[in-house]
């Protein structure tokens, strides 16, 4: 969640994991935008089926996300 909270368009006071993008202030541009940041930050591309999908919620970015963040290799 600190990608969207260093966001400037991200009204911190609605930031909950069910809270529509839309209601932080995102729009589908901004969306595009977060994703982006979330990758650059993660080090990681989300494929391009799930980076297509309707993200709506601040969960549903994090589910997205967690789906298909590789794991850590155990030794």
Avoid: H
Avoid at 3 to 32: R, W
């Amino acid at each position: 969640m600190y990608i969207l909270k260093m966001s400037p368009k991200c009204d911190q006071s609605k930031l909950a994991p069910n809270t529509k993008l839309s209601d932080l202030g995102f729009d589908s541009l901004d969306v595009v935008e977060l994703i982006v940041a979330f990758e650059e930050n993660l080090g990681y591309d989300l494929p391009d089926e799930a980076a297509e999908k309707n993200l709506e919620t601040v969960k549903d970015v994090l589910v997205e996300f967690s789906k298909y963040f590789p794991a850590e290799k155990k030794d």
